[in-house]
């Protein structure tokens, strides 16, 4: 591949250390996804519990756990925009067109 990208600039960064950055940032946006899902679950699961034994006037564990959910949330999708931004750098024509042909279908989550 060469080092030209479509604007015709160098690339910053040689190829491996574009694909080892890439590589980093989207086991690291994975992680906090699967914990964020984890955290929801959890405090989903102790809501019902509270909601179901009528111990909702009390201090209760679902309403503790969220807090660290918002955190959690934040930083996968942070850890989410890494990946992209680093795939227009060491990718560039291939991620425009792929963006271009599927962000359509993508935008078709919202009305479904």
Do not use: Y
């Not at 980093?24 to 179901?52: D, E, Q």
């Not at 996968?76 to 271009?100: C, I």
Request: proline share 6%; glycine share 6%; hydrophobic share 60%.
């Amino acid at each position: 591949m060469s080092d030209l990208t479509d604007l015709l600039l160098k690339k910053p960064l040689t190829d491996e250390v574009l694909r080892g950055l890439l590589f980093g940032t989207f086991a690291l946006h994975l992680l906090f996804v699967l914990l964020t899902i984890g955290t929801a679950v959890i405090s989903f699961f102790h809501f019902v519990h509270a909601l179901w034994r009528g111990k909702m006037k009390e201090p209760r564990w679902d309403r503790e756990i969220l807090k660290t959910f918002f955190g959690l949330k934040s930083l996968a999708a942070v850890l989410g925009v890494a990946p992209l931004l680093l795939m227009q750098v060491g990718f560039p024509v291939p991620f425009f067109t792929a963006v271009n042909l599927f962000a359509p279908f993508w935008m078709l989550i919202i009305p479904c």
